[in-house]
């Protein structure tokens, strides 16, 4: 029965994928869950599996090709009018199975059931779902080795994803038998990380045996029968060498087998990739070989006349994960959010000696009283005054989502990159409260020990520089909130603490006069304490 197999959806937007690789060819036996194309789409490249064993009897793409999800890809013959027969083998041959000793289908029956029971069975542990919209993690450490006994829940590598670093529980109690990545790879959900022989599966697996025992001796040719339908395709399949040159064959001149980060290593390096040498089998280009690439052109000063692409010694560093998710929330933010950004001056001069007053009491309770702090208290206060910044829009609906809760994130720079952290229902919590928050971020922070969880759900972000220096800048909102306040240093102006502010804010839902207005009632509540009382 023929079987026609469509590209199946991609992910969350992608609409198409270009082809990289097909990795079978037209009469070839395949196995359900083997792979049968590479495909690059939104920027990540993917290996598409079959979804049910057969043979290939028509492939409808070849590698260059752009196709779109729920276009014809292939054609597979899965073998369904093929059974009938395989059974029908042994109906027509009645005299063998009483001609067989009775032991012998006694003694092949229980094999299957032994092999698994023996420690318990082979666990093949991928990647589980590091979290919402998370698809890739970069390995900080492995903890275990082939050979370590674990147990379950035992922390078997810890991973950093999503500006966050977090341990990935093992599964199952048992052995490692092979460990399949490393400390510095870049892997993605699904990626089979460890294969563990499991000391908890044994009970289950020697279930069946009893039940093959008081099979009759006729149904014994069938098991075997059954046994051997596997070998079949291994057979008849042809070697891997000769499997991969058709598809170098199909590939166009023009058409380079290479990942989305290796492509992006190369325009960064100035490198025409077309003119990389592949180095492993099936011409696929390494990141490795655009560097040797680039070295070569820099040492030779482009050879034969050629200009040099590259302008001298480039020393290339691996992008942290932290560093990659803000590139692309960051550039997300930029494009998508027309930004606005006000300033003005607020005297803290009475605010900081109240602070500087009262900061033995917040010690006595095991918390720092800063400018922070207070200016956290009065941006809650000042965002239950004008709800839509604190709301969020859903463009697909044309809707506005006000948020009846305020948590607000504090940006901090990291020797990892940017991270926010969120303090949750902060409206709720006096100064002192908030005071201990901070404390709280700053030790996760140093001992890098941030969660994805401290960083989530955010509605408002301050950014404070003053620590570091200068006075206005031009925050960026981070999405999906509408506005961010940016603090500078406080100078000394005329005998006061003047502290200058940048509000940043999205023009698709907040007007100048309400930024304005907002950034006033910001300067007179730190001016005036009492504000806060009356209309915070």
């Not at 014994?220 to 991969?244: G, I, W, Y």
């Not at 930004?339 to 009475?350: F, P, R, S």
């Not at 839902?509 to 806060?532: K, M, S």
């Amino acid at each position: 029965m023929a079987l026609e197999f469509k590209l199946p959806e991609l992910g969350e937007n992608i609409e198409s994928g270009d082809v990289i690789s097909v990795l079978v060819e037209v009469g070839e036996a395949v196995t359900e869950g083997q792979s049968l194309i590479e495909i690059e789409a939104g920027k990540a490249s993917m290996e598409i599996p079959a979804p049910a064993a057969g043979t290939i009897s028509e492939i409808h793409v070849a590698a260059g090709d752009t196709v779109e999800v729920g276009q014809l890809a292939f054609t597979i013959d899965d073998g369904g009018a093929a059974a009938p027969a395989a059974e029908e083998a042994p109906a027509e041959e009645p005299e063998a199975p009483a001609a067989e000793p009775e032991p012998a289908p006694a003694e092949e029956a229980p094999a299957p059931a032994v092999a698994p029971a023996g420690g318990g069975g082979t666990v093949e542990f991928a990647l589980p779902d590091l979290g919402e919209n998370i698809e890739s993690g970069d390995i900080i450490s492995v903890l275990v080795g082939e050979g370590d006994t674990v147990e379950e829940g035992q922390s078997l590598l810890e991973i950093e994803a999503g500006k966050a670093s977090m341990e990935i529980p093992a599964p199952t109690a048992g052995v490692i038998k092979a460990v399949h990545v490393a400390q510095g790879d870049t892997v993605n959900v699904g990626t089979l990380a460890f294969t563990i022989e499991s000391s908890v599966a044994a009970a289950p697996a020697t279930a069946p045996a009893p039940e093959a025992k008081p099979k009759p001796a006729p149904e014994a040719p069938a098991q075997k029968a059954a046994a051997r339908e596997p070998e079949q395709p291994v057979v008849v399949r042809p070697p891997e060498p000769k499997k991969l040159e058709p598809v170098q064959h199909k590939r166009p001149e023009n058409a380079v087998s290479a990942a989305p980060n290796v492509r992006r290593l190369a325009r960064e390096l100035g490198v025409d990739i077309h003119q990389v040498t592949p180095s492993r089998e099936g011409g696929r280009i390494s990141m490795e070989d655009v560097k040797n690439f680039a070295k070569g052109t820099i040492e030779s000063g482009g050879g034969s006349g050629k200009k040099s692409s590259v302008q001298g010694a480039t020393r290339v560093e691996k992008m942290s994960g932290i560093r990659k998710a803000t590139m692309n929330h960051m550039t997300h933010c930029w494009t998508t959010i027309p930004h606005v950004t006000q300033q003005d001056w607020a005297d803290i001069t009475h605010i900081d000696e109240l602070r500087k007053k009262f900061a033995k009491k917040a010690e006595v309770h095991g918390a720092k009283l800063t400018v922070t702090a207070i200016l956290v208290k009065v941006v809650a206060s000042a965002l239950k005054a004008f709800p839509n910044f604190n709301c969020s829009i859903d463009t697909d609906n044309a809707e506005i989502i006000y948020k009846d809760f305020y948590n607000i994130g504090i940006a901090v720079d990291t020797d990892k990159g940017l991270m926010v952290p969120v303090i949750r229902d902060a409206d709720q919590k006096n100064m002192i409260e908030l005071a201990q928050d901070l404390g709280s971020i700053a030790q996760k922070t140093r001992e890098g020990k941030m969660g994805l969880e401290d960083m989530q759900g955010g509605t408002f972000t301050i950014s404070n520089l003053g620590g570091i220096g200068g006075t206005f800048f031009t925050p960026i909102v981070n999405s999906p909130e509408v506005a961010i306040l940016g603090v500078g240093r406080a100078v000394k102006q005329d005998g006061k603490m003047m502290m200058p502010l940048s509000l940043s804010y999205d023009h698709r839902i907040i007007d100048g006069a309400d930024g304005a207005r907002f950034i006033r009632w910001i300067v007179d509540a730190l001016e005036e304490p009492l504000l806060l009382a009356l209309e915070g």
